[in-house]
């Protein structure tokens, strides 16, 4: 099944008067539902001949709306944009049916893209002038491959969700008037989380391959708000930006069935998430007050998870290698530019945000009764940015600039490789592996300054860095093999830095940059209570970390009176281990190494304020704390019987 929808409305309004009033409503909403199947209970035989079950969707909304007003009056223009994609993409071979042929695909593509290309609001007024523009773009629905046939008898299987979701929202608003001009525009652009992208073998289904089973979802989200806004006038001016880019939809594949022959088995999930948000935000009053406010969010939110998931009732039979994995890659970008003029008072505030929670998860709960190598695997990139860039002038009286960027990758975003309690790995030939690899990169930067030739001009800018997200992985379960590799590696970025000049009569400048790497960022490997453990070779339980926060704050102050604060903290309290929990047991191996290490573990503060002034006075202050742990121990009532043992930690 192939489906192609579109929506492209196209909405032009202007009104020119004494009274001039420009509104428009653009709305493109595409709601389908493509699905391709097998009922259930149904029989197919092709002997040889090969079974394809395919959905496959391309929706685009896009459009353009451009709305004017001007007049010698007061001008208003107002105009709303709301562009969605909603519906499901599905292919399935439904519970009870029986398939015998060569090769057997179940796949399901779609491509949504939420694209307004061109959204304007001008207003140009006599005495006022006002303009604003809401926009709302979304992606919603799920792309689903699913087998929960009673038996499949084939060469190769493969069951394949695919999605790509794109969705933006841009503006463009300007307003200009004699005494009055205001301009405003909120943004949002959302994949949602209903846009899941999943690939599943259900419970009970029997599987029996002369070749391979791959099961994959693949994901790719983009959620994008790039607004503009600007406003001009004699008496007051205000401009007022809000901007949100969010995804939080999931990526899944799981695996319930019994693999009772195979050449090879691959069950896999990869995430890329990528939020952005694109400011540019402008109030100029050569007479009165210019007022200019920015909100900027890039968010990939907690439910945005990238999961591979082997139930307890899973069983796999395969000749050569068996891999479980999943891979997330997210980035979460914002930058804003905010400026100011007046002639009598200039204000411009930005306060913006990027932020990653979303989770990498392999988890491996079924049995494998014989395998050439097992690995269960998890590894996730995670990428936060915010950059604020904040100005205010004023040639009259005042002159006052903010700025706050957080750029996180919180607790939530963690990634976990892990085997399970409930496993049985009987594959003696076969080393198995357990996996988890992360890498978290959080950037805040915030410049800006104020500056009058009037009496006094403040500014501050606030960047945090934060690293939350830890890695682990873990092994729980019973295990027959040649070896056992636990493996965990992680490196941890936090980067905040901050430049700001005030200049005045009266100056002052403060800036406070902090880069944290919190305690929640830990990076272990652990062989858990519950583990039984038998192989010919080595079992490795091993933990390495890389972690590195600076900040810096550098600005000053110059007038009459100057005075400037320049503040600098960074913090690294993740720690490393790689242990045996109490009670496991190892009754056989030829060696057992816990290993736990750090490659560097460097926290840097540096600050200067300079400050010049009949008074001037300046303070500066950096704090660095590192109090990151190493450990690699074996606990209480474990039973090794292995011919050489080694646990070590080192810094």
Known sequence: TDATNLATPEV????????????????????????????????????????????????????????IGAGPGI????????????????????????????????????????????ATAVAIGGPIGIAAIVIDSSVTGVTNATVHAGAITAHDLTVSAESHNFAQASAVVVSVGILGGGAGAKGTAEVTNTAKTEATVGSGTQITLSGALDVSADSHNTAKSTIQVAAGSTGLTIAVLLSQATVAAGTRAAMDGNVLASESATVESSGHNIT???????AVNPAGLG????????????????????????????????????????????????????????????VISAKIRGSVLTEFKGDVSHAGSVAVKASGLNEAKADALTISVAVGLASGAGASAIAEVTSEASVTARVCSTSEINAPGATVSVVATGENHASATANGGAGTIGLIAISAMLPTATVGGGVTSEFNGDVDAAGLNVTATGENEATASVIVVSISLGAGAGANAAAQIEATAKVESIVGSDASISTSGGVAVDATSSQNASATANGGAGGVVGIGGMFATTGIHGPTSAHINDDAAISSAGSVEVKAESLGSNATSNTTAITVGLVSAGATGAVSSNDSAVSAYV????????????TSSGN
């Open 635 to 646: 606990g209480s009532d474990v039973d090794i019987d292995t011919h050489k043992s080694d």
């Open 12 to 67: 032009d309004v202007a009104s020119v008067g004494a009274l001039a009033v420009a509104g428009a409503n653009s709305t493109s909403k595409i709601s389908r539902s493509t699905s391709a199947y097998v009922d259930p209970g149904a029989t197919l035989n092709t002997g040889a001949g090969s079974v394809t079950i395919h959905a496959e969707t391309k929706s685009d909304a896009n459009g353009s709306t451009i709305g």
């Open 291 to 350: 007022g200019a406010g920015t909100g900027a969010v890039s968010e990939v939110t907690a439910e945005a998870t990238v999961e591979t998931s082997i139930g307890s009732g899973a069983s796999f039979a395969t000749n050569n290698a068996l891999i479980v994995q999943a891979t997330g890659h997210n980035e979460a970008i914002t930058d804003s530019d905010t400026g100011a003029g007046g002639g009598g008072i200039a204000i411009a505030v930005g």
């Open 75 to 118: 001008t208003v223009t107002v105009l709303e944009i709301i562009s969605t994609i909603s519906g499901a993409t599905e292919a399935r071979i439904d519970s009870g049916s029986t398939v015998i042929a060569g090769d057997v695909s179940v796949s399901a593509l779609s491509h949504n893209t939420v694209l307004p290309l061109l």
């Open 276 to 282: 952005e948000t694109h400011t540019l935000n402008v």
